[in-house]
């Protein structure tokens, strides 16, 4: 076999030394090691470590530091609290491994471990640890997971948690030590289990259950309502700990009349010339008296205790309450030096006293309560010259630490003074009183702790700090309980003081007094003083001696301890001597005074208590006859006995003038200071005034009868039995025995009631009293029940003697039963019969039922026989039988009228459950049916609640034992009796009373203990009343109610144990209750209790307390040992139930569906196996029922064509719950793939359901698939995600014809557009809502109610309100179109339909207010993005998927893919269009690739072509409605000959993408469901670029024709662009490229293309005519030098052209314009940005390039500095920063912060952008559409100024990797330019060249830092009254912008106005242009920065 070595980490020895060994040396073994060459036995081998020092004993020492020795092979190092195995040993070696690294093995020394026992538990070795170790590990792994989640959390109670976790370690530590002795074991446990405890309520995990020690109680040994009453109890004790937490609780219930205080003397520090006397007390120092004995420790010279090594302690005992309640108790040391009269000084340096046990105050190396306690010391008598002197005092206040001990651990310090010149008891006041006491260097070390108990007690806990040799002082009085056996005799006498005269002396005398005690013959009485505990007993007291002083002040307290037969002839002798100072004179001198003082009176009692002053009488010793030693007796001994004379005797005569005053305290068991008593227990010598002696008893003090309550009780029952006058003695003894019961049960003395019965049991011997007491008790009762005289008004007279006494009488009467069965036990025990006491007895307790029947007043009496009856009863078992004796307690209770001391009465049957006799089954069978007869009256009658439940609660305690006898039956009449009324009452009552709880647990107690046939009979009385139904009713409610989660909780969510408890007997009553409905209510049927019956037990089966799965490992290996998992059974009998049903189970289908669904849904795989087939059954069920009888078979048995033939409710029913249940998280994918298994087989093997019920499971399947994604998805927090999972469903839902779900799902989606602000796409959504609804007045469905609109109760009405309310989403979603089409819907029925013309009115304002809007307020289009989320590791909704998203307002396309890498964090974005390998598709991350693509229009807006209509109409549909999107990629190809850059090698790669549903809709984004590549040749291009230019010239010519207050601008920059295209070259490029032979030649496919570029080229000249006409028109005086340089180039354009390719007409003309303005200017403000495109590549727009159109853009600074330079009127800039709005300032900065790099993937390197000379004549149309009206007449304003740098100096730089990577690829032509100007077609060829266009939308000016502002909505276009205002023309500037997102497909025949594209040819035009510009800079003006041309281009100037 194999050994274990365990290694146990400990803190307190190894604290920052120990560390982990990285590596391990294997240990390498010739051979593996065969089980048969192991040991043969196992051990458990610990290391642990301390302060480097090895052992060199065997090798259970432990090791003294780690073994860590990597530099030599084969060693296995050891860290602290590792376990190893040992395979093999040598002589010094072991051979093994670390268990938790198992394939290391090595050796390692044996010194360095411990053998220790150990367990196997699933095949691992364990230490073997007690119960409280284990618990404590198991806790601290628990703890530290969520201590863990607490600190990354940051929660507050942390630090607690961490604080409690320390502690509980370090309790564990010490507990395996094994170092703590038992008593401290058991503290460190319960302060272990406390901080348990508080922990698991802090944290919120479950309470444990313990019992007093700290154990875990076994719940299954206990009953319910004791279960209970435990979790209560432990709750207190929680609560008690956390706000307690120093308290350390006690074992067990100890003695709280005793108290005990344990003094330990460390150590003295003082000045020591001679041996001393210290001794020890405790001290009142409120009333300045002494209260206990004092302890004598005899401190040598040397500085040590002698004859006390080790055992300096002592123990004050009998202290009481009262004691510890003194405001200021002191522990006082009076030291005493023993010596010459005088101190002498020495040349010794001062000591330091410690006691050679202890050294030197050092409590950190032993702890305090580790003492020892001294022995006695000597007298010190001996023959030399030593006097008694005062030395000092010490006292340290005790209050603080009585009231709190443990703060006080360790040692104390009292202060010491010296005594100087005063007197002990002076210095002892000046010290309380802390006044003129000087500097106190002088001090002793004591340790205090306070121990509560008897000695015995004590002793039996604290064994090693109270062992047999422990001195005890006890307190100078009694104890607040004496017991029989403590036997007292001590009388305490006080030296007070004395006065003496000097007689011959000059001088005070040094007066020393010596004490003894004599007998009557004057001899000394040996041994009988003791000065204190730890000395001994010595015959003789010498008191100190003051140094002259004839007036001292002793107060000097010493025991005198005389046997009780000897006192009454002892007396106390008092001698006086004068101590001399000089040794020889003092060993001459002579006692001078003698006094004395009797132990006894004459009358015979002792010696008074107090203060007594003696006389002295002067020795003469010449005189005085030493022979006759008793002589002085004959004279007084007090001064009161002097009566003024001066007797003298034989030598001894009296001093008046002294005296000598001594105090005493009689401390005695047996004798007595009080005459009357004393005259009562000699009686028999005094029989004449024994009826005086009777009668004074009762002034008799209390305290003296309690001290001789047994000498009393003896004479009295002496008196009773021998006296002569019965009638006159037998009432006075009877009533003087109440007296001293009444005075015992007092409150002051009620602890003495342990005496009496102690003297009834033992010490009573009187055989006949019995006879005496039952007779006056029987003429007591017989007095007062009869009739009594009454008042003349009916009422009664003053309360007589004879009620008065019996109330007296009953209240006391259980002990006077007690002294009258104990009577007659030793009656019978003398072989005595007789045959009346049975009778008598009888006839007794008849008396007592007359008496409770009697009409008298005596309700008092009747209360005080129902407290004590039971008493009486549990007594009377022993002299009479049981039987009887029940029915007699029986009758009496009966007695009692209803109402009439009802408290009384239910404590007594409290009492009597509690008594012996109850637990006889005999007697329980009589009395137990009308205890709860009772219980039930009161319970109903809503009395004595409180009282009702805890009788319950003790009854089923007592039935729950096994040592009761047979309780079959009890439990048949509780259960008959009290099962329905506590189920009505617990129902009733508010689940936060705090009674509710109680009731739950009787009424659980009352099932726990009922079997099958309590079961069958409880059924069969309830069926016989009718009452069967209604109680399994009420039952199943009840278990529903206390599981339901939706209650109240009765029982706490943290009392793990009481709600297994609950459900284990709940899960015992429904199986028997199962039973019972199988049998009663399943023929006839009774579908509500079946229905109740499923109901309840599924509620039961899926409540979370039951659910393992959700506990952490901890919580469920402990419920399933105690309590196994129970929902396997439960699942059992709900199948068993189920197909019990028969042909009853179409009624419960769809009923069941929703609970069965949700149980078999708990994640535990033989239950699902268990109730999924159920479903199936359902199926079936519904199948095969009848279509003409509702809920039945019908006739179906016997004719099948009367089958359903469908499960269509099952179904419906089916789809709801789950989508329900899943969604509350119920099920898994487990769950799914185990129902489609099952439930496929189960349908391939049915011939009838094979087809349908395979589809349906399917269905359901793919339903599951969907909730369990949506589950997922929607706590993501991209909402994407989330919407597209509820579109899902939704999609489903319409699939399945589930209207409900349907509906549902259409308004979670609504509410997740709603919640981010999407009104388009919530419009869309709500749209889905009226489909399903029809215009007529039809009552609505349940299934298509609206929660929005819950008033609305027709299709109609909620058709109507759905459609404003999607009116209202469109309008916030500006689309006015979409609202357009709702009104006229609506319109048409308002007219049509149901003519209500208010509405029309209404609605048409409405609607034309929609129209307007159109035309008149800023809309921008939203642009679109391709999307592919290529991994795994994206939802499945999105893996390997391509999505189109419609942006959002203003979103670039930067802005876009930070919004999409903000919602996917873990995602990386790519940087190429290409398709990924499956190495990226296959892998588990997260990669997305984005592009800009461009809508294509809907076909069936191909009605705008060619017609003269505004742009905002028609840019609407360019964008939206849209299905179909594309993206171009350029390549090229050299095959078209000529050089790369050649426009004839410039190709377009064309993406058309179709996504499943047309944008905007019900979502954001679509995916993309067929995608379409194809590729554009360069011909294809020019013509496409072609007709779009000539597109957009109409476009500016229709626009100004319209509105004569646009810009000039735009159409300016364009013509200019066009006509002189001095960068790219114009359409010179197409003509060298494509209009050419050789092209046909080598082409002729393309003949139909060249002769329409031909075309195309011959258009752009009439169109270009009548543009420069109307520029003509426009033009401000400043540009005729421009309009005149146009006119030129336009003219040798139009003869070049027509030459070529002849002369075209244009259907546009331009009509004579009047000029209302000079001048027309830009305003310095806009900057287009509301139309800026997405950053975005080539690829993004039709023609592969990004396009910036002559549309509203942008501006750069060049063309304002060129307007700039035309003096346009410009305004301020100043003034345009007022006019822009703020929203749109946040915008553009929420922008520029969070856009990206913008580059694309195939985006050519980047160029700086300049400025352009003033001359440079370019504006742009955006410009143009949104010119002010405010421009026509106002001052002119400064020029702006001009930019000379790059305006996006804050631009974010390119990482050197990408900007290397972009600049390392082949030139592109589409490669921007410095600035956009002379272009005919002014687009940027990717996102980067944005920053080319019109104005940069990275740009850093000023004019950049807004967007433009927005126009005024109510300004109408031909507005000129406010000419400040900037207001825009609305609709010129909304078709061009909208003209610049859009395009036409090369596939297209048909051409649309908006569309645009552009070629690489363009691009050169611009280039050119740029330069010949740059040429023509004004001189004056700085040069601004121009980049190098790209060295592979080849620009082309056409003249």
Not at 72 to 99: C, F, M, S
Not at 454 to 468: A, S
Not at 1795 to 1807: A, D, G
Request: charged fraction near 25%.
């Amino acid at each position: 076999m194999k050994w274990l070595l365990i290694c146990i980490i400990s803190e307190a020895f190894f604290h920052t030394s120990t560390r982990r060994v990285k590596t391990n040396q294997k240990f390498s073994s010739p051979s593996p090691i065969s089980d048969s060459t192991l040991w043969s036995f196992l051990s458990l081998v610990q290391v642990s470590c301390s302060k480097g020092r090895l052992p060199t004993s065997s090798s259970s020492v432990p090791a003294k530091c780690n073994f860590d020795q990597e530099n030599k092979p084969h060693r296995l190092n050891l860290d602290v609290g590792d376990a190893v195995i040992i395979l093999k040993e040598t002589t010094h070696w072991y051979y093994g491994y670390r268990q938790k690294a198992k394939e290391t093995r090595g050796i390692f020394p044996k010194t360095y471990i411990h053998l220790c026992e150990y367990n196997i538990v699933n095949g691992e070795f364990c230490i073997q640890r007690t119960d409280i170790v284990e618990e404590i590990t198991k806790v601290l792994l628990e703890w530290g997971s969520i201590a863990k989640s607490y600190f990354l959390s940051t929660n507050p109670s942390f630090s607690k948690i961490r604080r409690k976790m320390n502690e509980l370690n370090n309790n564990r530590a010490a507990l395996i030590s094994g170092n703590l002795p038992l008593d401290e074991v058991r503290k460190v446990k319960l302060l272990a289990t406390n901080q348990i405890d508080t922990g698991n309520k802090l944290l919120g995990l479950d309470m444990v259950v313990r019992d007093e020690s700290g154990d875990i109680l076994d719940t299954n040994a206990i009953c319910t309502t004791e279960l209970y009453e435990q979790h209560v109890h432990a709750v207190q004790r929680i609560e008690k700990a956390n706000r307690l937490t120093s308290d350390r609780g006690t074992t067990r219930t100890l003695n709280k009349y005793s108290h005990n205080i344990l003094l330990h003397v460390n150590a003295f520090v003082c000045k020591f010339q001679e041996d001393s006397d210290l001794l020890f007390c405790l001290f009142d120092g409120e009333n300045h008296k002494p209260i206990s004995e004092n302890y004598v420790v005899k401190w040598s010279r040397t500085g040590a205790a002698l004859e006390q090594i080790d055992n300096n302690r002592v123990l004050f005992t009998d202290l009481s309450k009262s004691d510890l309640a003194i405001s200021k108790m002191y522990l006082v040391c009076y030291a005493i030096r023993i010596g010459s009269m005088e101190f002498k000084e020495s040349v010794e340096s001062k000591r330091t006293s410690i006691s050679m046990a202890n050294t030197m105050l050092n409590a950190s190396s032993r702890k305090a309560s580790q003492l020892s306690v001294s022995s006695s010391g000597s007298s010190g008598s001996t023959g030399e010259y030593v006097i008694r002197r005062p030395f000092g005092v010490a006292c340290k206040d005790l209050t603080p630490i009585i009231n709190n001990a443990d703060d006080f651990r360790g040692n104390l310090d009292l202060p010491f003074i010296m005594c100087d010149k005063d007197t002990l008891d002076g210095t002892l006041r000046k010290l309380i009183s802390n006044k003129d006491i000087g500097k106190i260097d002088s001090k002793m070390a004591v340790t205090i702790e306070v121990l509560r108990g008897d000695i015995k007690q004590i002793k039996e806990d604290f064994p090693r700090l109270v062992h047999t040799n422990v001195p005890v002082a006890r307190k100078m009085g009694f104890p607040e309980v004496i017991l029989p056996g403590d036997v007292r005799n001590d009388l305490y006498l006080t030296i007070c003081g004395g006065e003496f005269s000097r007689i011959a002396k000059t001088s005070e005398k040094n007066v020393e007094v010596s004490v003894c005690v004599a007998n009557e013959q004057g001899y000394l009485v040996p041994g009988v003083l003791s000065i204190g505990a730890g000395h001994p007993p010595i015959d003789e007291y010498k008191s100190v001696v003051y140094y002259h002083d004839d007036k001292p002040k002793w107060q000097e307290t010493f025991k005198i301890h005389v046997p009780i037969e000897d006192f009454k002839q002892c007396h106390l002798r008092f001698v006086l001597k004068h101590r001399s100072s000089n040794e020889q004179k003092d060993r001459s001198e002579k006692p001078f005074g003698l006094a004395y003082m009797r132990l006894m009176q004459a009358n015979g009692t002792t010696i008074p208590q107090g203060q007594h002053t003696l006389a002295v009488y002067k020795i003469d010793h010449k005189k005085y006859d030493k022979t006759v030693a008793n002589c002085y007796l004959e004279l007084p001994s007090t001064v009161a006995d002097l009566q003024g004379t001066k007797p003298s005797i034989g030598g001894l005569s009296l001093l008046p003038k002294d005296h000598l005053s001594i105090g005493v305290n009689l401390c005695s068991t047996k004798l007595t200071q009080s005459v009357s008593l004393l005259g009562l227990l000699n009686w028999s010598a005094h029989k004449e005034t024994l009826e005086q002696s009777l009668k004074a008893l009762t002034l008799v003090p209390g305290e003296e009868v309690v001290k001789f309550l047994q000498d009393i009780l003896d004479a009295l029952f002496n008196i009773l039995v021998e006296n002569d006058d019965p009638e006159k003695y037998d009432q006075l003894v009877f009533m003087s025995i109440i007296y001293l019961i009444e005075t015992v049960s007092d409150l002051k003395y009620q602890h003495f009631l342990t005496v009496l019965d102690v003297y009834i049991n033992e010490s009573f011997s009187f055989t006949l009293a019995y006879t005496k007491l039952m007779d006056v008790l029987q003429k007591n009762i017989r007095e007062a029940i009869s009739p009594k005289e009454k008042s003349a008004d009916g009422n009664n007279l003053e309360e007589s003697l004879e009620v008065r006494r019996l109330y007296k009488t009953t209240r006391y009467l259980h002990y006077v039963m007690k002294f009258v069965i104990r009577s007659r036990l030793l009656y019978t025990e003398m072989n005595c019969t007789d045959l009346d006491f049975a009778s008598r007895l009888q006839e007794l307790l008849r008396m007592f039922i007359d008496m409770i029947g009697c009409p008298s007043n005596l309700l008092k009496s009747e209360g005080a026989l129902l407290k004590n009856l039971h008493i009486i009863a549990t007594d009377l078992m022993q002299v009479f039988d049981q039987e009887p004796l029940s029915v007699s307690i029986v009758e009496i209770l009966e007695k009692f009228p209803p109402r009439r001391l009802t408290q009384s009465k239910m404590g007594c049957i409290k009492d009597f459950v509690d008594t012996k006799l109850f637990t006889l089954p005999k007697c329980r069978a009589i009395l137990l049916p009308v205890f709860c007869k009772h219980i039930k009256d009161h319970l109903e009658s809503k009395e004595e609640i409180t009282e009702c439940i805890n009788i319950m609660n003790n009854i089923l305690k007592l039935l729950f034992r096994s040592d009761v006898g047979a309780t079959h039956n009890d439990i048949r009449d509780v259960m008959i009796i009290l099962l329905r009324t506590v189920m009505k009452a617990a129902q009733a009552l508010d689940r936060d009373t705090g009674l509710v709880g109680k009731f739950f647990a009787i009424m659980l107690g009352i099932l726990q203990r009922m079997d099958a046939q309590h079961y069958e009979y409880f059924v069969k009385d309830l069926h016989q009343h009718g009452e069967l139904k209604v109680f399994v009713t009420e039952i199943l409610l009840t278990f529903e109610q206390l599981v339901s989660p939706i209650q109240k909780a009765v029982f706490p969510r943290d009392w793990m144990d009481m709600i297994m408890h609950q459900n284990t007997v709940i899960l015992g009553a429904l199986q028997h209750l199962a039973v019972v409905i199988t049998d009663y209510f399943l023929c006839p049927f009774e579908k509500q209790i079946w229905s109740n019956f499923f109901q309840c037990s599924i509620a039961f089966l899926v409540q979370s307390p039951l659910q393992l799965n959700d506990f952490n490992d901890n919580k469920r290996q402990i419920v399933f040992a105690r309590y196994r998992d129970i929902r396997k059974d439960t699942a059992k009998e709900i199948r068993k139930m189920w197909f019990q049903l028969g042909q009853h189970k179409p009624k419960f289908v769809p009923q069941l569906v929703e609970p069965i669904l949700e149980m078999s849904m708990i994640p535990e795989m033989e239950l699902r196996r268990e109730t999924i087939p159920i479903f199936f059954d359902m199926m079936q069920c519904e199948y095969y029922s009848s279509r003409l009888e509702l809920e039945s078979y019908g006739d179906t048995k016997y004719n099948n064509a009367h089958h359903k033939g469908n499960f269509s409710d099952f179904k419906t029913a089916m789809i709801e719950k789950l989508d329900i249940l899943i969604g509350a998280g119920k099920g898994d994918a487990e769950y799914k793939k185990l129902f489609e298994e099952i439930m496929l087989e189960r349908c391939a093997a049915h011939s009838t359901l094979n087809v349908d019920g395979t589809a349906f499971v399917q269905m359901v399947t793919r339903l599951m698939d969907k909730l369990l994604e949506y589950r997922f998805i929607i706590q993501d927090e991209s909402k994407e995600n989330r919407m597209a999972c509820t579109f899902s469903l939704l999609q489903f839902y319409s699939d399945v014809d589930l209207k409900e779900m349907y509906i549902r799902y259409v308004y979670k989606l609504c509410a997740l557009h709603m919640e981010f602000e999407n009104y388009t796409e919530a419009a869309f959504t709500l749209k889905l809502h009226t489909n399903l609804l029809r215009w007529t007045d039809t009552e609505l469905s349940p299934q298509l109610r609206s929660s929005r609109h819950h008033q609305c109760r027709t299709h109609r009405q909620l058709k109507e309100a759905l459609y404003f309310d999607i009116m209202d989403y469109f309008d916030k979603g500006k689309q006015w179109e979409c609202a357009i089409d709702m009104c006229k819907v609506l319109a048409r029925q308002y007219e049509e339909e149901i003519y209500d013309y208010i509405k029309l009115a209404e609605l048409l304002k409405r609607m034309a207010l929609f129209f307007e809007k159109i035309l008149k307020e800023l809309r921008h289009s939203s642009e679109y993005f391709r999307v592919c989320f290529y991994g795994r590791g994206f939802p499945r909704l999105l893996q390997n998927k391509v999505y189109i998203f419609r942006g959002k307002e203003y979103e670039r396309h930067s802005d876009f893919c930070t919004r999409m890498l903000v919602q996917h964090p873990q995602a990386e974005l790519m940087q190429t269009l290409e398709a990924p390998g499956e190495d990226i598709t296959n892998s588990d991350g997260q990669y997305i690739q984005v592009n800009k693509v461009e809508p294509i229009m809907n076909p069936d807006c191909a009605k705008f072509n060619d017609k003269i209509i505004s742009n905002e109409i028609v840019k609407y549909f360019t964008a939206n409605n849209v299905q179909k999107f594309q993206f171009s990629r350029p390549f090229r190809d050299s095959s078209g000959g000529g050089h790369m850059d050649d426009v004839r090698n410039l190709w377009l790669e064309r993406t058309e993408l179709l996504a499943s549903f047309p944008l905007p809709g019900v979502l954001r984004w679509f995916p993309v469901v067929e995608t379409n590549t194809f590729k554009i040749s360069p011909l294809e291009r020019a013509v496409e670029i072609m007709r779009d230019t000539n597109r957009d010239v109409r476009q500016l010519v229709i626009l100004h024709r319209s509105d004569e207050t646009l810009h000039i601008n735009p159409l300016t920059m364009k013509l200019n662009g066009i006509v002189d295209p001095a960068v790219m070259g114009g359409f010179a490029k197409y003509e060298e490229a494509f209009l050419v032979e050789e092209y046909l030649e080598q082409n002729p496919d393309d003949k139909e293309l060249v002769e329409e570029l031909k075309d195309l080229i011959a258009l752009q000249i009439p169109l270009l005519e009548i543009a420069i006409q109307l520029h003509r028109q426009r033009a401000p005086e400043s540009l005729k030098a421009l309009q005149e340089h146009l006119e030129k180039c336009f003219s040798d354009m139009k003869r070049h052209v027509e030459t070529q390719y002849g002369e075209k007409t244009c259907d546009l003309k331009i009509d004579s314009v009047v000029m209302r303005r000079t001048n027309s200017f830009l305003p310095a403000g806009f900057d287009g940005s509301y139309n800026r495109h997405s950053e975005t590549s080539m690829g993004s727009s039709d023609s592969g390039l990004s396009k910036s159109t002559f549309l509203p853009r942008p501006q750069t600074n060049s063309i304002k500095s060129t307007l700039a330079s035309l003096s346009f009127n410009t305004s301020s800039k100043g003034k345009d920063k007022d006019k822009t709005p703020a929203k749109r300032r946040s915008m553009k900065k929420d922008r520029d912060a969070l856009s990206l790099p913008s580059s694309q993937w195939y985006t050519p390197p980047l160029t700086t952008i300049t400025s352009t000379p003033e001359k440079e004549i370019n504006t742009s149309i955006a410009s143009l559409a949104s010119a002010s009206n405010s421009s026509l007449s106002g001052p002119k304003t400064p020029d702006p100024h001009v930019l000379t740098e790059e305006l996006t100096p804050k631009r974010p730089l390119r990482s050197e990797k990408e900007k290397e990577r972009r600049l390392s690829r082949p030139s592109s032509i589409a490669t921007p330019t410095a600035s956009i100007k002379n272009f005919p077609d002014t687009r940027s060829l990717s996102e980067s060249s944005n920053r080319n266009s019109v104005e940069t939308t990275d740009s850093t000016s000023e004019e950049d830092i807004r967007p433009p502002p927005l126009p005024a909505k109510s300004r109408d276009s031909t507005d000129f009254s406010s000419l400040h205002s900037m207001d825009w023309a609305p609709n010129g500037y909304a078709l061009l912008s909208q003209m610049s997102n859009t395009s036409s497909s090369s596939m297209s025949t048909t051409t649309t106005l908006t569309k645009t594209s552009i070629t690489n040819t363009t691009y050169e035009y611009l280039q050119a242009t740029n330069f010949s510009v740059v040429n023509a800079i004004d001189g004056s003006k700085p040069r601004p920065p121009t980049p190098p041309p790209k060295p592979s281009r080849h620009s082309k100037h056409i003249p």
